[in-house]
């Protein structure tokens, strides 16, 4: 068994645990984005937005439909199914049968002074085991940091914050309230009751990053929640699983971004804008307070509404 950044993985399995049918029985060791998958790493492609990637896996096997199945290529055993997202969260929870669910961290204690002589705490902090801290941090009275959270150097952690499955760089500022890395929203519905779907990702955080208070940020799924460089999030902003967020973004308070989306550099987004799941949003985007995104949106665009269309259509409909 070997361990996958913050979750114990239960591999290898033979192919055929998964799939009876199929004549390639070969040892899969891991599940992987399209994009990342390797020789025997196992993949999913169930969404004609990911061709170009499903094209270029180099997955041993992919699970998939009918329909996309021609997408990949030839070297990759072509599992098909009628509902993939549902088949891959079965083999997910084979191989990490513990990340359908939070649970706490109850190794986690008081700090070491010997182990962070230079990190400044407040009271009633806890951090788990293998916890590394770069110097000239501080960390906010009933703050928890569990188990192999890495934290840069000169960051500012707030009190009452919860880190977890998360790696931040230097010069972070993490204000009160917060809840970063814990487990995305996402479940297949079934007839008797819903299949969690477990998240494996972490969340990362760039150097510079400026997080306001009561902010929550959701662990990746398969691929890895990303906030890049010098980007300053508002309060009460909610993160969802794999959003990738650019550089130097400004987004203001309570805006929600649902899974899996893009966001450029330099974009900028109000207060209670909502942005829909899997869409590419460009460099040098203003969206303006109370839009409701629900389509990809080209670099250098300024919209606004609900649908968010270009500010000029919006204003010929006042």
Known sequence: MKKKNFFLNKGPFKLKVFFPNISNNLNIYDIK???????????????????DSAKLTKAS?????ERLKIDLPNSCEKIVVKNVLFEIA???????????LDYPDL??????????????????????????????????????????????KNCVIGSQVLIKNTYI??????????KIGLKGFGFIPIKSKNFKFPHIGIVKIKNNVEIAGSCTIDRGSLDNTFIRENTYID????????????????IAGQVGFAGSSVIGNNVSIGGQAGISGHLRIGNNVKIGGGSGVVKDIPDNQVVMGYPAVSIKEFLKKK
């Open 107 to 152: 190794t986690a204690k008081k700090p070491s002074k010997s182990k962070f002589p230079s990190v400044k705490f407040g009271n009633n902090v806890l951090i788990g085991k293998n916890v590394k801290i770069g110097k000239n941090s501080q960390i906010g009275s009933n703050t928890i940091i569990e188990h192999d959270v890495l934290i840069g």
């Open 33 to 51: 984005p399209l994009n990342e998958a390797s020789k025997n790493e196992l993949t999913f492609y169930d969404s004609i937005n990911y061709k």
């Open 61 to 65: 096997a992919c699970i998939t439909t």
């Open 169 to 178: 760089g230097d010069n972070v500022a993490i204000q009160d309230g917060c």
């Open 235 to 250: 309060n009460q902003v909610h993160i969802a699983h794999n959003v990738k967020i650019g550089d130097n973004c400004m």
């Open 90 to 100: 079965k083999v997910i929870k084979k191989f990490y049968p513990d990340a359908d």
